[in-house]
C-alpha cells in the first residue's frame, strides 16, 4: 500500500480510504459536473458582462468589510468566552454562534426587525438620518451577522489551546492588560485569527438568504454575486454557471491561499 | 446554483425511475400511487373517462388556484390523482427539460412555454387560460400617498419592484416604456413574495406585484390597480408534457382548468380571462 | 525594604505567613500539591486569596479583609515569575524577549534592547540573541528566561522549579549561573531539589498541606529536621511523638529509645532522627543492651548507592546486598528493624 508511505505509519484501516474517496468525490463531482456545464466560447464575455462585475466588486467589497467588522467585534468576544468565566457564558456562547445553525433566511428576518425602518433600532436610526434598509451597509450587516461565529469559534479555539500560561508571564513582567494583548495575546493567536477571517471572508461571500431577505437586490448597491447568479439563472444559465464558477473560482483561492491546517494555530513550542 | 437544483432534480427523477420500474417488474395491478405511468384511456367498461395520476408542473402564482381545481378534479372524476409541483416557471422548465416526471405544464409567461416548445417536449398547441396585470401593493394604512403609477416616481418614495429577468420585472419595464415614467426602484427582487415581504415589513413604501399576488397576501397589503396595466398584460398558458404517459388524463385536466367552472375559479383569485 | 506575606485560601487550605529581607532568598520545599504554586500566584497577583496582606518594600501588593479590598494587578506588582518552563513569546526572538519588560515599562526599543542585551550576555546567552525560541535547547531557553526576568528589574524573583524540565547536564549550569545572578537580590525558588535549597537559598520553608511545617536557616533544616518531608530531604528517619523518660512515644503507642538532649521535659512534643544506615534488619526480634527493635512489613526494596534501601513502615534501613540476599528480603515480609539507642537523636519538634 503505497498510500500509507511516507512519513511513516498511520494506523488507518484500507477501506476508510475507500469512504474518504467517496467523501471527496460527493464534493468534488458536483464541481466538476458545473465545470463540464460552461459554455466555454462565452465564459469571458459572462463574467466580465458590466453586472457580473459590479456583483464580484460588490461582493469583494462587502465582504471585505464584513470581515473586518467580525474582527473588529468577534476578537473581543473570543476573548471574552475563552478567558474570563462569568455566568451566562454557555449560554453566550450559544446565541453567538446560533447563526451557524440558523437558516440565513431566519437571520435576515431578524436583521429586519431590529435595523429595518420599523424595525428595533432602526426607527432610532432614522431619526438620526441612518437609513440602514437597502443599503450598502445592510448587505455588510447580513454578512456579518452570518460570518461571525466562523471567526468567534476558531478564535477561541486557538485562545484556548494556547492557553494563558504567556499571558501570565507578559504580566508579571509589568506589562499592562493591552500591552498583554497587543505584544503577546494577538500574535500568539495570529494564524487562528487569521483562518477565522478568512472562513468569515468566505461565509461573507457566499452570503444569500439574509442579504436577499434583509438587503433587496440592486444592481451595484445590494446585489452580490450570489443574487446576481439567482437572478440570471431566471434567463441566462449560461451565465448563472459561469458566474457560479467564478464564485467557485474565488472561494477557493481565497481559503487555499490563506486557510492554514487546524493543528498549525497552536504556538510553537521551544524544543525542551 | 442552476446546476445543484438540477443534480438534485435528476436525482428525484431517477429514484421516482427506480421506483416506477420496481413497480412494473413487480407486475403490480390496479392503481399503484408510484406509477405514473399508467394509462386506462381504454377503460374495460368502454367508456373514454380517463383515470390513474398525472403530475401537474404549475407556476407558484397558481398555487392556490390549482390546489383547488386539482381537488375538484379529483372528486368529479373518482379513480385519478392529481400530483401538484409548484416553482417559478423557468426552474419547472429546467425540470422537466432535465426530465423530471410532469403531464402537465402551465407556466407564467408565453416565454417559458415557447423555451419548452423548443426544447420539443409540448404536446400539441398550448392554450392561453388566465391573464394577469400588475398592481402596487402597499401597506393597508399607505403611509406614502401612492394613488397612481406616476406616484411611484416621486421623489423620496421607495419603491420595490421585480428584477427585469423574472416576469413581473419585464411587465413593469414594458409599463415604464410606454408610459415613459422611470421608475427608480430601491431593491429589484427575484420574486414576487421577496417584493411583497419588504412592503409588509414596511422597509418599501409600495411594490409592483401582480393583481393575483395581491390578493394572496389578503388583508396585509392594499392593492392599488392603475389603468397603465393593461401595457403588460401577463398570459399564462397551459399544455401536456410530450413525454406524459398519461395524456388523456392531462388533456382532460387541462379542459378543466379552461371551462368555466375553472375560469370562475381563476377570476376570483384576479386572474384575467384571455 | 522588606516582603510580607500573610494569605489565606480557605478552598484551598491554604494559609501562609512569610517575610523575607532585602537580599535574601529562600527556598520552598514540600511535596506535591502542598500550596507551592498556589504561594506563587498569589505573590504575583494572578490569584486572589480569601484574606491577608502583602507588602513589597513600600507597595501593597494586597489588603483583603472582611471590609476592605485592595488588590493591586499583576503587571504593577515587580515580581518577575520564572517557570519550569521557560515559556519565551514563540513570536519574538530571544533579544526580543529579554526586552519584552523593559519595553513594558516605558523604555524606548534602543534602550530596551541594549539592556536586553546586557542580561543576555549576563546568562551567557549574548550568541543567542537573534534566535527564536524553536531553536533554542531547553537549557539555552531557560536561560533566556532568567536573563528575562531579571530585565525586568523585579523587587522579588520567584522562581517555580526552574531546573525540574532541564536535562542533567543543563541543570548544574542553570544552578550555577541562578547562583551568580541572585547575590544581592531577593529571590524565592520553589523545588523538589535538595541541592538548589543548599546552593541557592539562605533560609528553607517546608509547605506541607497549604501551611508551613518548618522554617529555619537551610543547615538547620537539614541537619536538625523537624518535619517527616525534611528529614526526607535530608535522607533521614524521623519519627513524632512526645517525650518521655527514655525517649519518646509515638501517637499510637510506641515507644522509641534515644539519646536525649538535656533541655527536653516530659510532655513536651518531640522527634526521634536517625540515618538508614543505623538501622539493622532481623527476620526475628532480637534483645539486647539498650535497643529499639520494631516489627514492620516491608514495602519496597531500592538500590541506594552500594547499599540495598529496605523500606519499611514509613522507615527506611540501609544494609549490604549481600545481608540482603541472606535475609531473603521481598515485599511484603515481616521483619525487625532495630536500631541502637545511642543512634538516634532526640529533640524538640
Known sequence: MNRRSGTGYTGIPAWIYAIAAAGALFVLLPLVAMVAKVNWPEFIPLITSDPSLTALGLSLRTSAASTALCILLGVPLALVLARSPFPGQRLLRAFVLLPLVLPPVVGGIALLYTFGRQGLLGRSLELAGIQIAFSTAAVVLAQTFVALPFLVVSLEGALRTAGNKYEAVAATLGARPGTVLRRVTIPLVLPGLASGAVLSFARSLGEFGATLTFAGSLQGVTRTLPLEIYLQRETDADAAVALSLLLVAVAVAVVGLSYRRPGSAAPERAAQ | ?274 | MTFHLDATLAARGFDVSLSLGPVETVAILGPNGAGKSTLFAIIAGLLRPDTGTAQLGDKVLFDLAADKSLWSAPHTRGTALLAQEALLFPHLSAVDNVAFGPRSAGASSTAARETAMHWLTEVDAGDLASRRPGQLSGGQAQRVAVARALAADPDLLLLDEPMAALDIHAAPLLRRLLKRVLAGRRAIIITHDILDALMLADRVIVLEDGRISEAGPTRDVLERPRSRFAAGLAGLNLVAGTVADAGITTADGMVVAGHHEDTLGPGQDGVAVFPPSAVSVFLTEEHGSPRNSFQVTITDLEPHGDQIRVHAGGLSADITPAASADLGLAPGMTVYFVIKATAINIYPA
Open chain 2, 1 to 274: 446554483m442552476t446546476v445543484g437544483r438540477r443534480h438534485v432534480a435528476a436525482l428525484l427523477a431517477a429514484g421516482a425511475l427506480i421506483v416506477g420500474v420496481a413497480a412494473c417488474a413487480a407486475g403490480s395491478s390496479g392503481a399503484s400511487a408510484s406509477s405514473t405511468a399508467e394509462s386506462s384511456a381504454a377503460g374495460a367498461d368502454g367508456t373514454a373517462k380517463p383515470t390513474g395520476n398525472i403530475t401537474v408542473f404549475a407556476a407558484a402564482s397558481l398555487k392556490a388556484t390549482f390546489t383547488e381545481l386539482a381537488g375538484d378534479f379529483e372528486a368529479n372524476n373518482p379513480g385519478t390523482k392529481i400530483t401538484l409541483n409548484f416553482a417559478g416557471s423557468s426552474d419547472l422548465v429546467t425540470q422537466i427539460t432535465q426530465g423530471a416526471p410532469a403531464d402537465v405544464f402551465a407556466s407564467a409567461d408565453t416565454k417559458n412555454m415557447a423555451k419548452l416548445a423548443d426544447a420539443k417536449l409540448v404536446d400539441g398547441t398550448p392554450r392561453n387560460f388566465a391573464t394577469n396585470v400588475l398592481e402596487i401593493a402597499v401597506l393597508p394604512t399607505n403611509p406614502a400617498s401612492i394613488h397612481s403609477f406616476a406616484d411611484l416616481a416621486k421623489p423620496g418614495v421607495k419603491v420595490v419592484v421585480c428584477a427585469p429577468q423574472v416576469p413581473c420585472g419585464a411587465a413593469t419595464d414594458t409599463v415604464e416604456k410606454a408610459t415613459g415614467t422611470t421608475l427608480a426602484p430601491v431593491s429589484e427582487e427575484s420574486s414576487v413574495t421577496d417584493v411583497l415581504g419588504k412592503v409588509t415589513s414596511g422597509e418599501a413604501d409600495a411594490g409592483l406585484v401582480y393583481v393575483t399576488d395581491v390578493k394572496t397576501a389578503g388583508d396585509r397589503v392594499k392593492g392599488i390597480p392603475f389603468a397603465e396595466s393593461d401595457k403588460a398584460v401577463n398570459t399564462y398558458p397551459i399544455a401536456t408534457v410530450g413525454t406524459s404517459k398519461n395524456k388523456d388524463l392531462a388533456q382532460a385536466f387541462i379542459a378543466a382548468v379552461t371551462d368555466s367552472e375553472g375560469k370562475k375559479v381563476l377570476n376570483d383569485a384576479g386572474f384575467g380571462t384571455p
